[in-house]
């Protein structure tokens, strides 16, 4: 045995696992064993979280504490096998290091109604993917970090990324400690977090620190977000400053869509006490609506667009012979149609229809229902609902490309950002980015008003809604006499596929006189 020698002992329990996972029942090996056979079969989902460490007489360096969580285990937590050899690494000193590691999951696992009975592996890497260099790691300044990580995994949580907790966790009484280092922590965060991610970082500090350490905190304000907080639960509590700008808008959404004009004994009526949810009649899954178009196996693939109380007696001779047959149709919520409907739906009407009614309830739904997603912590922010509500006429009258115009247009016209700080900011307009650019599922394009676009910015639109449906290239062009070709039936298919969702409302009259705006779909 030696520094940075894995033991016989170990090796041997590495074989064991080897076996096992080609066994069809290894219930009877030990739970560290049974732990890697998960491993092996990849049945563990590893997080990371960034912790900072510093040694004296070296600069301080950001790492990266992976964990993956073993569902059938026996609530204990392993030094990752691929990590074994450095065991005598983050025992250095004191040892209090790897001890941090252990109290602060057992404190982790313990908190609700019942113990997690889930293992752990951990391990360190470096924060640029590279090798980890070689450092001998003592003290408890890594233990925050660790228990925010694991009360998290414990509950089977997500994580919010981009928070660096600078705290000692290991008092009994639980509440935090100050660590050493503070201020060339700081540094290094700063130094770094501009490659790890383009999100404002946020920083936890225990509330007991040093006036020296105070004004440190006070500086780091100008490009992160930072909290002080003096127990466990306060650390939890806090969420990124990303997750936190998403929440608000979320929340801020939700209310001016619940917002009407009117007002009822001098109180102002809210939309959700009025609001009868809609429903929608649709054809029955099955029946073909247009006989003379059938299939081979009787489906239709042709759409009939003419109301159900369609009068055959006054159409044209043409049209009749298609309602021969009878219609069967079902009502269905309004809500469900949506999601499951067609990447592109348009809500055409008259004037008092309810067109903007049926736009403010979707995006007010869609809105709840992605901030009830983050308050629980259940979902990636990346996969929540997130509605992206605006008028067309709003978004076209902007100067830009069609991703940077449609973020301002959805930000501006809420007028939140007035009280808002200048990392919150920055935080949703990233984030709205990511989501119109990846945009990945459960992202809602609610568009009001295309009858009241400019004739003269109906060709900008078209390009804009096509860009938008495309991924949102910022290469698109963006002018109304460029050329482009109509968004095809392969890309709308992988439209759907995605989740997204585009919803556009106007009055009947607007389908005739901007039909080329539409004409992408």
Not at 12 to 18: N, P
Not at 58 to 67: D, I, Q, S
Not at 387 to 406: F, H, K, Y
Request: glycine share 6%; with cysteine.
């Amino acid at each position: 045995s030696g520094p940075n020698i894995v033991g016989k002992d170990t090796v041997c329990d590495w074989l064991r696992a080897y076996a096992a996972s080609l066994a069809p029942d290894h219930s009877d090996a030990s739970s560290y064993v049974r732990g890697i056979v998960s491993l092996l079969h990849r049945d563990s989902k590893a997080e990371q979280v960034p912790i900072v460490v510093a040694q004296d007489g070296r600069a301080a360096r950001v790492l990266m504490l992976e964990v993956s969580r073993v569902e059938i285990g026996s609530g204990q937590q392993w030094l990752h096998p691929a990590f074994e050899h450095r065991r005598t690494d983050v025992n250095a000193g004191s040892g209090t290091f790897a001890e941090g590691m252990s109290l602060t999951w057992e404190a982790a696992r313990i908190t609700g109604c019942k113990p997690a009975s889930s293992d752990i592996f951990w391990r360190l890497r470096s924060a640029d993917g590279g090798p980890l260099p070689l450092m001998k790691l003592d003290g408890p300044s890594a233990s925050a970090s660790a228990y925010r990580a694991f009360w998290h995994i414990a509950k089977g949580l997500h994580i919010d990324s981009d928070v660096y907790v600078l705290a000692d966790a290991t008092a009994s009484d639980g509440h935090l400690q100050a660590v050493g280092h503070l201020r060339e922590k700081i540094i290094a965060i700063n130094a770094a977090r501009s490659s790890l991610s383009p999100y404002p970082p946020t920083l936890i500090a225990a509330k007991d620190v040093s006036a020296d350490n105070l004004a440190t905190l006070r500086t780091a304000n100008s490009w992160a977000e930072v909290a002080q907080v003096g127990t466990l639960d306060e650390l939890i509590a806090v969420r990124s400053v990303t997750v936190q700008a998403a929440r608000d808008y979320l929340s801020y959404l939700a209310d001016h869509s619940d917002k009407t004009p009117w007002y009822r004994n001098g109180k102002p009526v809210r939309f959700s006490e009025v609001h009868i949810t809609p429903f929608v009649w649709k054809p029955k899954p099955g029946y073909s609506l247009l006989p003379d178009a059938a299939s081979a196996d009787g489906r239709t693939e042709e759409r009939d667009w003419r109301p159900a109380g369609y009068n055959v007696s006054v159409a044209d001779r043409e049209a009749g012979p298609r309602l021969e047959r009878t219609r069967i149709q079902e009502r269905v919520p309004w809500h469900d149609t949506f999601r499951n409907n067609e990447a592109i739906t348009v809500i055409a009407g008259g004037p008092g229809s309810g067109k903007t009614s049926i736009l403010q309830w979707t995006a007010r739904t869609m809105a709840l229902r992605g901030l009830a997603d983050l308050e629980k912590r259940t979902t990636d922010p990346d996969d929540v609902d997130w509605p992206i509500q605006t008028d067309l006429d709003a978004w076209a009258s902007l100067a830009g490309q069609p991703v940077e115009t449609l973020e301002r247009a959805a930000i501006d016209s809420l007028a939140l950002v007035e009280t808002w700080g200048e990392h919150r900011l920055k935080a949703l307009r990233q984030f709205m980015r990511r989501r119109l650019t990846q945009s990945k599922a459960n992202t809602f394009f609610v568009l009001d008003a295309l009858d009241q676009v400019a004739e003269s910015r109906v060709l900008l639109l078209r390009e804009r809604l096509q860009a938008i449906a495309s991924h949102s290239r910022p290469e698109w062009p963006n002018e109304p006499d460029s050329k482009s070709t109509p968004c095809s039936l392969k890309l709308a298919q992988e439209i759907m596929s995605r989740g997204t969702k585009i919803l556009i409302s106007t009055r009947e009259s607007g389908l005739r006189t901007h039909h080329q705006a539409m004409s992408f779909a």
